[in-house]
């Protein structure tokens, strides 16, 4: 079955480059995805990349797929205390009725070091 | 700006009462989740309705039930609770052909049960 698989833990010191791995097993998938969550609160999307597309930058943020090799990777420049939180990898799937339905990692906690 | 909402935040219940998790969106999305968080385990699905009244099974569905009586409003319901279904639960709401732009979750309902 699908499968999308993250390290647990990552911890880097603030203005350090981090990068969050991940590995999907569905190679239909049309979007990937980097959802974030803050503690006590839900998951927000981050950004999201076409499947056709090796790259996507949006600020400090810079997502790398990978397709021959199903893995996708989430690049934050400069890190900073606030972006602290647990980040959740993503990948598209079809049900029987035809809705999108994602598939999510475990998550990998990031945390930042003052 | 809340656009998905669950109705507690935190639910201590006990072992074998019928629980009911409320969710609520007023974004007129079509489609609504409820997913459960556990530590290492990432997100899984519970149950998705892409329609009034039209629900779908996901990948954990044993020991729940869920309703769809309003396009606004899924409600996930624990028949008989159980310690082992002690989690967070999420809502999460979606348009379809929209996959780009992602999920909006609800802040999550943690359910202790003793």
């Known amino acids: ?114 | 700006d809340v656009k998905v909402t669950q109705s507690s935040r935190y639910l201590v219940k006990r072992t074998g009462e019928k629980v009911f998790l409320e969710c609520v969106q007023d974004m007129d999305h079509e489609n609504m989740f409820w997913y459960r968080q556990d530590p290492g385990l990432g997100l899984r699905l519970i149950y998705f309705s892409y329609d009034v009244k039209m629900k779908e099974k996901g990948d954990i569905p044993e020991g729940y039930s869920v309703s769809r009586e309003k396009k606004e409003r899924f409600s996930l319901i624990l028949e008989s609770a159980s310690t082992n279904q002690t989690s967070m639960y999420l809502c999460a709401s979606s348009e379809p052909g929209s996959a780009n732009y992602g999920y909006t979750f609800g802040s999550g309902t943690r359910l202790t049960v003793v």
């Open chain 1, 1 to 114: 079955g699908e499968d999308v698989e993250q390290s647990l833990f990552l911890s880097v010191r603030e203005g350090d480059s981090s990068v969050i791995n991940c590995t999907y097993t569905d190679s239909s998938s049309t979007y990937l995805y980097w959802y974030k969550q803050e503690p006590g609160a839900g998951l927000q999307l981050l950004t999201y990349i076409f499947s056709n597309m090796d790259m996507k930058q949006d600020q400090r943020l810079t997502v790398l797929l990978n397709k021959k090799d199903k893995h996708l990777s989430l690049r934050i420049a400069d890190t900073q205390t606030g972006d602290s939180a647990i980040y959740f990898c993503a990948e598209s799937g079809d049900t029987t009725s035809g809705t999108y339905k994602y598939i999510f990692g475990t998550g990998t906690r990031l945390k930042v070091l003052a």
